[in-house]
């Protein structure tokens, strides 16, 4: 049974960063595809960033692109979002997402989650 377990979010002021740590265990994940998604009060859950566990290619919300790096430690069964540059508008929980056969941005077809972590940024 997949689990993923998110931390690292906290309150932050504009500018700042903060990394986000996804653990990841109950399969071998080298062919899932895993992913950063956030979901702002109000508002749909959105794409962030997404990598296959082998590693390359990367991809990255255009809101994102330039400040956000997704990374991932197959030793240690874990994925990353190194933030940078924060803004008030990147303020929502954050949830890391794995899943064996879809490798693309819709939330909806992604089958394994996390409970996600929360992320404030201040003005």
């Known amino acids: 049974q997949v689990q993923l377990v998110e931390s690292g979010g906290g309150l932050v002021q504009a500018g700042g960063s903060l990394r986000l740590s996804c653990a990841a265990s109950g399969r071998t994940f080298s062919n899932y595809a895993m992913g950063w998604f956030r979901q702002a009060p109000g508002k749909e859950r959105e794409f962030v960033a997404r990598?296959?566990?082998?590693?390359?290619?990367?991809y990255y919300a255009d809101s994102v692109k330039g400040r956000f790096t997704i990374s991932r430690d197959s030793a240690k069964n874990a994925l990353y979002l190194q933030m940078n540059s924060l803004k008030p508008e990147d303020t929502a929980v954050y949830y890391c997402?794995?899943?064996?056969?879809?490798?693309?941005?819709?939330?909806?077809?992604?089958?394994?989650w996390g409970q996600g972590t929360q992320v404030t940024v201040s003005s």
């Open positions: 990598i296959r566990w082998s590693g390359e290619p990367t």
């Open positions: 997402a794995a899943d064996r056969f879809y490798y693309g941005n819709d939330y909806q077809k992604y089958d394994y």
